[in-house]
């Protein structure tokens, strides 16, 4: 009987901390009441703060779930070592991009930037493993020596979170005028052609990461 009780529990948790996510991506975090979680979620308005104790609990959860998410797709899809990697980063870039933990955290970022708010450390890790992912693999001998002349990999791997959350907004004012998959080949394209490499063109693998799939 406990073990049903549990699942039940388990399933309410999930219900809630999905639809508060999509709600916090859509109308940012000051906008979404916890009637507004409990109605999408399906869930009674009484069993949040059972779960998480306020809004504010509710809002370290889903930024919790994203850092959880991001950290196990980045460890399960290693990048390639070797130039070869820039094709992975492409990938990667795009993958987020695509997803729907890019937005969550673009609609968040003005919440996350007083260095009071409860999520503000999640977020700088989040920003950490995504730089950190990028910045390992052009710290290869084998990648660093095809860098133009004074760019640190550091740097690369700020250009790349930066391009992420940039085509996000953009995608996010105008999805009509944004065309992610042009963007994905025009990324790569400048990855594979800074360190002088093939065409992308010419290889076909385009995986997802698992990461918050969404987007078109």
Do not use: C
């Not at 388990?10 to 916090?24: G, V």
């Not at 979680?37 to 504010?56: C, E, L, M, Q, Y």
Request: proline share 6%; glycine share 8%; aromatic share 4%.
């Amino acid at each position: 009987m406990s073990g049903l009780r549990d699942e039940r529990t388990r399933q309410s948790r999930e219900l809630i901390l999905t639809a508060a996510a999509e709600l916090f991506a859509e109308r940012g975090y000051q906008e979404t009441s916890l009637v507004d979680v409990a109605t999408r979620s399906g869930v009674s308005r009484g069993s949040i703060p059972w779960h998480f104790g306020d809004k504010k609990g509710l809002l370290v959860a889903v930024i919790g779930q994203l850092h959880d998410e991001w950290s196990t797709a980045l460890a399960t899809n290693p990048l390639r070592p070797g130039p070869e990697g820039a094709l992975d980063v492409g990938r990667l870039a795009t993958t987020a991009i695509r997803s729907r933990t890019t937005r969550l955290m673009l609609a968040l970022l003005l919440e996350a930037g007083d260095p009071d708010s409860p999520i503000h450390e999640a977020f700088v890790e989040l920003h950490d493993i995504f730089r950190d992912h990028v910045s390992r693999w052009a710290q290869q001998p084998e990648v660093a020596s095809r860098l133009p002349s004074g760019l640190q990999p550091d740097a690369l791997a700020v250009m790349v979170l930066g391009t992420v959350m940039g085509v996000n907004q953009q995608w996010s004012l105008s999805p009509h005028r944004v065309d992610l998959t042009a963007t994905y080949d025009v990324l790569t394209r400048m990855l594979v052609s800074l360190l002088g490499q093939h065409d992308p063109a010419a290889s076909p693998d385009r995986r997802d990461v698992g990461v918050g799939r969404g987007g078109s």
